[in-house]
């Protein structure tokens, strides 16, 4: 039986939860670059990251504050270390009205795997979008599916020229939910059988 594969997301349907603000850095200014945590390569910033709570709620284990960028409580981020430890990097995080440990998890892997014929529909920028640097990028991926012949090794990537998903393996998947982790979501992408 080949790998699964599960695109993790916040579970935006949590009645009560907690909606994260803007992060930004220790003087309370947002980040210039927030985009770096979420590109599927090593990312660098040099103190803690504050995130204010936007939308006060129950703490989740696992959610996006803009951008989708994961933000995981330290027990979450301890399955990723377990299982994925060359595949994630970690950044303290300090939530307003918590004493918590939480952290930004950065995917530091990008793979070239999504295959367009399984996936329900791809579109591509092209010269006419008027956006030259992303010609060629997907512009939609609907119902995507992965070819695990591409994968290699990574259990934790984001597509390439795909960032908005963050894929894990259903190693990870199954940790998380042994864990009782809060806020995850997961949708299958694997391929077709």
Known sequence: MSQRYFDLSDDVYLEG????????????????????????????????????????????DYSHAPFSNPV?????AAVFERLAPADVQ?????????????????AVRRVNCIDDDASEQVCYWKPENGLPEKVGTYSIVWGMRLDASRIGSPKVFRPLH????LIISEDIKLALEHLGATGVWFKDVSPLR
């Not at 003087?27 to 927030?34: C, K, S, V």
């Not at 995981?72 to 979450?76: D, E, G, K, L």
């Not at 795909?162 to 998903?165: A, C, G, M």
């Open 17 to 60: 939860r907690w909606e994260l603000g803007h992060p930004q850095d220790a003087q309370g200014t947002e980040l210039m670059d927030p985009w770096q945590f979420r590109m599927g390569k090593p990312a660098y910033w040099p103190g803690r990251v504050r995130i204010p709570v936007e939308i006060p709620g129950t703490a989740l």
């Open 162 to 165: 795909w960032e908005v998903s």
């Open 90 to 106: 970690f950044f303290p995080v300090d939530i307003e009205g918590q004493t918590d440990e939480f952290l930004i998890m950065n």
């Open 72 to 76: 995981i409580h330290a027990r979450v």
